[in-house]
């Protein structure tokens, strides 16, 4: 069990043992099978759930008013197909799927996927000639990509789907805003800086995917070589949690109530450091937060802080688990 003080100071170093951290790839089917959520696929709502984040895969689930879309697919198709069942789902219930870019976190599972199940999947032009090669390419041919562009939004079923620049050391790179009835989400992944377009992108989103990469601390006194650790923090590279934190300031002055911090390193950051950087960081604005923790064990095991988790909270925080479900949020 962590201090009861340690969430209260900034720039601890959290033990990866602490709660009951992320559980190991191998034990991602059974983690799957461990949780019990419903899902109503013809629910009027729109519901968001992370199936997986950070290098090792990538994958957040959508259902817009029974409309179900993933946003990239960086996982092997057994697992979504394990993650979507655990949902109550199934992937044959798939409408699209939104790539980001051509990372193999994030395309890990996408053309066997879309290929089992003939799904329409969304890609910049770029991305798409820049795709992992394909083992099982001569099985038989996937369906042809349906190329974005930025600003130009398109619609899937229920949803209305709007692609915006990210910048990423990636052949292209694009955020997703999603709406659909009066909700408005945005999903930010492998964003190295927050540019005038990726704000003007997610102000306004009631609840917001936004990677929360890395502990600048942790990056800089890790054993990752100097030229790793100056890619990961240049303005192409990935987020970390104090950008990520600057940020959720103004989108909640924005009306955003929920923000999943979303793709955290497992070498350079812990969910509770992430947590208590943005908790910290909303605090001295004025703005109250709340830790839904759930994935990670009951919340007093891992904060035992009263005041995280009032009942009067401005925006609500989650953390995406790197291998098992996250939270399943209601979106509006
Ligand atoms: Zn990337
Ligand atoms: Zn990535």
């Keep these: 069990m962590l201090p009861e003080e340690g969430c209260a100071r900034r720039r601890r170093v959290v033990p990866r043992t602490g709660c009951r951290g992320d559980p190991p790839l191998q034990v991602l089917l059974s983690t799957y099978q461990a949780v019990s959520l419903t899902l109503t696929t013809n629910d009027q709502g729109v519901r968001l759930c992370t199936l997986a984040s950070g290098s090792s895969g990538n994958c957040v689930y959508i259902n817009c008013r029974g409309t179900e879309l993933l946003v990239d697919a960086g996982i092997s198709l057994r697992a979504i197909e394990h993650g979507l069942q655990a949902l109550g789902t199934s992937a044959a219930n798939l409408s699209a799927v939104?790539?980001?870019?051509?990372?193999?976190?994030h395309v890990r599972g996408l053309l066997p996927l879309v290929r089992k199940y003939n799904i329409p999947f969304y890609i910049d032009r770029l991305?798409?000639?820049a795709l992992p090669e394909d083992s099982h390419a001569n099985a038989y041919e996937p369906p042809e990509p349906l190329f974005i562009e930025v600003g130009r939004g398109f619609g899937v079923g229920a949803a209305q789907a709007t692609p915006f620049r990210t910048p990423h050391d990636s052949a292209a790179n694009v955020g997703y805003i999603i709406e659909c009835g009066g909700a408005r989400v945005g999903v930010a992944t492998d964003v190295g800086s927050i540019t005038g377009q990726v704000a003007n992108a997610l102000l306004g989103c009631g609840t917001v995917v936004l990677e929360s990469n890395y502990d600048r601390d942790m990056l800089l006194t890790g054993r990752y070589p100097p030229y790793l650790k100056a890619r990961i923090?240049?303005?192409?590279g990935h987020l970390s949690n104090d950008d990520a934190s600057v940020f959720l300031c103004r989108l909640v002055s924005s009306g955003t109530r929920q923000a999943v911090l979303y793709h955290l390193s497992h070498e350079n950051n812990h969910p509770?450091?992430?947590?208590?950087?943005?908790?910290?960081?909303?605090?001295r604005q004025g703005i109250r937060s709340r830790i839904a923790f759930s994935a990670y064990g009951p919340p007093a095991q891992c904060v035992g802080q009263e005041s995280l988790f009032a009942q009067e909270a401005d925006i609500t925080l989650y953390v995406a688990p790197?291998?098992?479900?996250?939270?399943?949020l209601v979106c509006e």
């Design 98 to 105: 939104l790539i980001t870019h051509e990372h193999i976190d």
């Design 127 to 129: 991305c798409a000639c």
């Design 233 to 236: 923090m240049s303005g192409a």
């Design 272 to 283: 509770i450091l992430a947590l208590e950087t943005a908790q910290y960081t909303l605090g």
């Design 322 to 328: 790197r291998s098992a479900l996250g939270d399943l």
